[in-house]
């Protein structure tokens, strides 16, 4: 009876509050459904958004200016790179305003895939900025990725691991040739999701993003995490053995920044007439970019601007500037 009593009072309840509850909810979908969707300075002026960025130039830029000024030191990089890490890899699991979303991957592919949406163009901007100030600012200084493999190259060096060097043109034929993969799966849509009764096409990279393995969380299954994690630990490891394997030979925005690179305020400088050939820089620097700057190219492999190169030149004979060589 008790039970009775109470089920009765409940559908009574819910029965005369229900039309206000109901018309509450239709007119939050109302206003849902008429509210405008965030504009390039609603995203530019959201402190949620912005704030990791306007951090990531900061970085980039404080980077320039202690390499500029030949103040950088073994020290100061350490803490810049791991600064990095931190900040743009690992921060974002407890602190939503520094959630790589959209990692530089997911702007570099998911862009061409779904359209150039304002974060995706914040992204590549921020990126294309430091990149045309100096060479790969982005990718060698804030990037957490990046830091990473640089980290692990001079802790190879400290351990006196013995690391092989790869052609330049080996490397960027892998790196243009998953990129043409990527266009070819994603015009044919091999790979694709179905949501909401369409069909969008998924991005090649996203079974090799090293990015998802900085962030902690659940996967549904198996394969999930493997998908997540295991192309970070690769990384990783190939790390050891090669100056950073993923930047050569897969990201996309190290072959979009290779380019922009090419027409850089400022690049690494050879005044040729300090050079005595002793081969330090060539023996010892971990890029492939050396021989090309001592030949005073004007299109050079990958410059991670490192500093090791500038660092090792017992007649200052390498430096960042403006002019191509002096």
């Not at 504009?39 to 402190?47: A, G, I, K």
């Not at 163009?121 to 430091?130: E, Y």
């Not at 190169?309 to 191509?324: H, M, Q, S, T, Y």
Request: aromatic letters at 16%.
């Amino acid at each position: 009876m008790k039970f009775a009593q109470k089920l009765f009072l409940s559908l009574s309840t819910l029965f005369l509050f229900s039309p206000a509850l109901f018309s509450q909810t239709a007119e939050k979908a109302a206003e849902h459904a008429q509210r405008k969707p965030p504009t390039f300075w609603d995203f530019l002026f959201s402190p949620r958004f912005i704030t990791k960025f306007i951090v990531m130039l900061l970085l980039g830029l404080a980077a320039f200016v202690l390499l500029k000024t030949k103040k950088m030191n073994k020290g100061l990089k350490i803490g810049l790179l791991l600064l990095a890490t931190f900040l743009f890899g690992l921060l974002g699991n407890w602190f939503s305003y520094f959630a790589m979303h959209p990692s530089p991957m997911c702007a570099a592919t998911k862009s061409l895939l779904y359209g150039f949406r304002i974060p995706f163009i914040i992204t590549l901007g921020v990126i294309f900025l430091l990149t045309l100030l100096g060479p790969k600012l982005f990718c060698g200084w804030v990037c957490p990725v990046g830091a990473v493999q640089e980290l692990i190259a001079m802790l190879a060096d400290k351990l006196k691991i013995k690391r092989g060097k790869f052609p330049f043109t080996a490397a960027q034929a892998v790196r243009l040739l998953i990129f043409i993969l990527f266009i070819f799966i994603s015009a044919t849509a091999l790979l694709y999701t179905v949501f909401k009764g369409r069909v969008y096409a998924l991005s090649l990279y996203d079974y090799f993003n090293p990015f998802h393995g900085l962030e902690f969380g659940a996967n549904e299954n198996l394969l999930g995490y493997i998908i997540h994690y295991v192309p970070f630990l690769l990384t990783v490891i190939l790390a050891f053995k090669y100056y950073r394997p993923f930047c050569h030979f897969v990201c996309p925005i190290g072959l979009y920044a290779h380019w922009l690179e090419q027409i850089g305020i400022f690049r690494i400088r050879f005044k040729k007439n300090t050079c005595t050939d002793c081969g330090i820089c060539t023996a010892k620097s971990p890029c492939t970019a050396i021989p090309e700057i001592l030949k005073e190219s004007n299109l050079r492999p990958d410059c991670y601007a490192c500093n090791e190169c500038i660092k090792l030149c017992p007649e200052d004979a390498l430096d960042i500037g403006v002019k191509r060589s002096i």
